[in-house]
């Protein structure tokens, strides 16, 4: 079926459906009326800590939606695929969503690689896909149905490189994993570095499957005058890049992580290795230590208390990017008053002041993230913990 005759049996579907509202012969069939929004997550396989956050998250959200009456008078029906960190997995599952499952909406794409295997098969048949992976290419250039919830690389960079610049550093090495997040990540540090009087005068990488990184470690350490090492990479790379870190004796030269390790389970691979490693990440990893008058405090601190209590492990940023994803998504339906995919994406564009697990959202249509660098907070690894650094240290 093309996109455009999809489009056009919805709209006669609704149409059908709509004038025979108020009769009640049609009550029941009626009931069962829903709204289907997709999902492709990396649940299993090396993404996992991504996908399976997002997933339970999802699903316990949509219960929620659900049991409060749904959305523009239709009950949410989530259909979620695990592509396995697969990008070829993905674009498949993205296919059948439009063609069979007929999808208006998707929140989903764990990964860079995942998520831009399928940005063209939502671009094609006009639905609205909200992408829950970091890389800034997800949304620069602009693309008129693709938009995402987590801060980008880019931001990540420039936040890393304010607490370098607060702390007068100037010489950097950096050790990069070969993963799609990992490449960005390190294309946009390199790029932005010059703005912030930053030199990087070492550099290494790593692939996604190596299990010990003491020969790269070893060769930064021997670079004279190097004043701090940052990471960009998610998984387990920057957990064993911590561990042999501290192996080699490295830990006066202080290390900086991504926010593609926020969550306890980088701490937990990490183990004491992890002690004084900075990053930047969303609030709700600090919820409980954010002041009262934090506009994003309720929602995290919720969002945590509810995950938490139903999932039985501790919350990720991860998931939090798909409530975000979810709430979007749903807050457009409402304003739409409709579940039509065009009209669903001309609003999500519209988001003004939404307060997410990732911050303050504000969307146009040149700005299909709307989050800016007062999103993410500056943390540091103390106790085993995460701990919110005060501004200016």
């Not at 149409?15 to 492709?40: D, F, N, W």
């Not at 949509?62 to 029906?77: F, L, M, Q, R, T």
């Not at 050790?175 to 010059?194: E, L, N």
């Not at 004491?272 to 929602?299: I, M, S, T």
Request: overall charge neutral; hydrophobic content about 40%.
């Amino acid at each position: 079926m093309t996109c455009h005759s999809h489009f056009k049996s919805l709209a006669i579907a609704a149409a059908v459906a709509l004038p025979l509202s108020g009769l009640s012969i049609y009550s029941p069939a009626l009931a069962q009326q829903t709204v289907k929004i997709g999902s492709v997550l990396s649940v299993t396989g090396p993404a996992s800590f991504l996908g399976e956050p997002e997933d339970k998250t999802l699903r316990m959200y949509v219960d929620k939606i659900n049991a409060a009456g749904g959305v523009a008078g239709k009950k949410i029906e989530l259909v979620i695929y695990d592509d396995g960190g697969d990008a070829n997995k993905a674009r498949t599952f993205a296919t059948r969503l439009i063609e069979d499952d007929k999808v208006v909406a998707m929140v989903g794409g764990s990964t860079t690689g995942t998520t831009m295997a399928m940005v063209p098969v939502f671009e094609e048949a006009q639905v609205p896909f909200i992408s829950l992976a970091g890389a800034i290419e997800v949304v620069d250039p602009v693309r008129k149905f693709i938009f995402k919830t987590p801060h980008t690389d880019k931001m990540a960079c420039e936040k890393i490189f304010e607490n370098l610049k607060q702390r007068n550093f100037t010489k950097v090495a950096m050790i990069s994993g070969t993963d799609g997040f990992g490449a960005s990540m390190r294309a946009q540090c390199v790029k932005v570095a010059p703005t912030y009087g930053v030199q990087i005068v070492a550099e290494e990488t790593y692939g996604p499957r190596d299990s010990d990184m003491t020969a790269q470690l070893t060769k930064i350490k021997g670079v004279a005058g190097v004043q701090a090492v940052v990471n960009p990479g998610f998984g387990q790379g920057p957990a064993i890049v911590t561990r042999n870190y501290a192996q080699l004796g490295m830990s006066a030269t202080p290390l900086y992580q991504s926010h593609g390790v926020a969550s306890k389970s980088f701490i937990e691979l990490a183990g004491p290795a992890a002690e004084g490693v900075r990053l930047p990440a969303a609030a709700l990893l600090v919820g409980d230590k954010l002041p009262d008058g934090d506009p994003q405090k309720k929602v995290v601190v919720d969002y945590k208390q509810t995950f938490e209590a139903t999932a039985k492990q501790p919350v990720s940023t991860f998931g939090g990017h798909a409530y975000d994803g979810l709430y979007i998504m749903v807050e457009a339906m409402k304003r739409a008053n409709s579940t039509d995919a065009k009209k669903v994406r001309d609003e999500i564009e519209k988001t003004k002041g939404f307060v997410g697990t990732g911050g303050i959202v504000t969307m146009s249509p040149t700005d299909h993230l709307g989050l800016d660098l007062s999103a993410f907070r500056m943390l540091e690894v103390k106790g085993g913990d995460w701990a919110l650094l005060p501004p200016g240290t």
